[in-house]
Structures are given as structure tokens and as C-alpha cells.
């Protein structure tokens, strides 16, 4: 390829792109908060709009007990890290800085979080939502993913990484948003029927077959791929 050629390509890019984006590194994932708060206020004095976070952000103390009544201090319910419950949506960067998603994610992301998290559950249920078939927020490694199509969005179940890794089977596409969220409201119903304690959707699904599961589960709405 000519450099001239390079360099048309790489200015098309530039224009596709709408939103810059600068990623610190950050070594390990652990930083101060001196230099957190700083990092924050430089970011805002840039302009600098929204953070996307890989990942929960943890505050520590070099003692056994966090202060009390930190939720209603800062406006921000606390993550639960015990086994039991759904945990907090791993999402991509779909809509916040990365164009390539196929179908809206982001308002999904947060509409599943606002009705299922923290939800008491005998066993952790992990969901993961990726806005293409990149897969950069590996649904497929989560008890539920979601990974968005141009025909729709498609449903993985009984993934799971950790101790005994299982990668996640389809069990259909949805047209619809809602329709997902109708299907999570369904597998976390079917988990509190049939869950075990500490055991995750995977190993309830190897056991009882994901053919029962999908006749438990699954409504009109979803269509086979």
C-alpha cells in the first residue's frame, strides 16, 4: 500500500471518529487517591465528558471496617462481592467512545442493572452486554451475555470463567431491547426454581439438559439463529 493511500485511510478513520478518547495507564489496576482525585480534576479541566471503567472501582482502608453510611454520603449504592446475587453489568465501550456496535447497548446496559442488581439469588450471576460480535465485553464468558446483531440481539447463557471455565451457549436472537430484558427476568425466574447454592447457570443448565431449559425459558419472542 502507497503511504499516500495510508494516509487517506487513516484520515477516513479520524473522521469516522466523533469522540477522542485518552486511556491512562493505570499498572496493576491499583491507584492512590491523590493521584486519582488529580487525574479527575485534570480530566475535567480538559473537558472531558464521561469515564468508562473496565472494571468496579474499589476504595480501601488499612483497616477492617469501611466508614458508615458511605451510600448515602455519596449517592452511589455499594457492589456486593459475596457469592450469592447479580452482580453489575460488564459492558463494553459500545456508544460511550467505540462506533462499531450493531444495536443500541448502552440504555440496555443500564436498564438491566436498575431492575436485576443486587438481586438475591443462592448463586453469583454474572451479565455481560457487547454492543457487535467482537465480543470486547466477552458475554460469552458470562452466566448471561447479550451481544448485539443487525438483526437483533442475541442471548448466550451458562458461561463462566474462574475455577471451571465454560463458554456460553446461544439459545436465540431477540428483536428487541425489552425482549431482553424480558428474557434475563426469565433465567433468573428459572434460577430460583432450580439454582443450587454456589452452583452458577452453567452447571444447572449442564444438569438439566439446555433443551428443558430453553421450553423453561424461552418465549414466542425469540427466534432460533
Known amino acids: ?26 499498572s496493576a489496576g491499583v491507584i492512590p487517591l491523590d493521584r486519582l482525585k488529580k487525574l479527575v480534576d485534570v480530566m475535567e479541566a480538559e473537558g472531558a465528558k464521561n469515564v ?3 472494571g468496579e472501582i474499589i476504595f480501601v482502608w488499612d483497616r477492617p471496617d469501611a466508614p458508615p453510611g458511605l451510600p448515602g454520603k455519596t449517592g452511589f449504592e ?3 462481592f459475596k457469592f450469592g446475587g447479580v452482580r453489575s453489568v460488564k459492558m463494553c465501550s459500545a456508544e460511550t467512545f467505540c462506533e462499531r ?23 453469583k450471576v454474572m451479565i455481560g452486554v457487547a454492543g457487535c460480535q467482537r465480543s470486547c465485553s466477552e458475554p460469552s464468558t458470562k452466566d448471561i451475555g447479550v451481544r448485539a446483531h443487525p438483526q437483533g440481539y442475541e442471548i448466550l447463557v451458562g458461561g463462566s470463567a474462574g475455577m471451571n471455565p ?21 433465567i433468573l425466574d428459572y434460577l430460583k426454581r432450580y439454582g443450587k447454592k454456589n452452583a452458577r447457570l452453567g452447571r444447572v443448565i449442564n444438569k438439566r439438559g439446555i433443551e428443558e431449559f430453553k421450553q423453561e425459558v424461552l418465549k414466542k419472542t425469540v427466534r432460533k439463529l
Do not use: C, W
Request: hydrophobic share 35%; no cysteine; aromatic share 6%.
Open 78 to 80: 455499594s457492589n456486593q
Open 1 to 26: 500500500m502507497k503511504n499516500s493511500e495510508r494516509e487517506a485511510r487513516l484520515t477516513d478513520k479520524k473522521k469516522k471518529r466523533s469522540r477522542a478518547i485518552y486511556s491512562p495507564f493505570i
Open 166 to 186: 465454560q463458554v456460553g451457549s446461544s439459545i436465540g436472537i431477540v428483536s428487541t431491547s425489552d425482549e431482553v430484558l424480558e428474557v434475563i427476568g426469565a
Open 52 to 54: 468508562k471503567l473496565g
Open 101 to 123: 456496535f450493531q444495536k443500541p447497548v448502552l440504555d440496555l446496559a443500564f436498564k438491566i442493572d436498575k431492575l436485576y442488581h443486587n438481586a438475591r439469588l443462592e448463586m
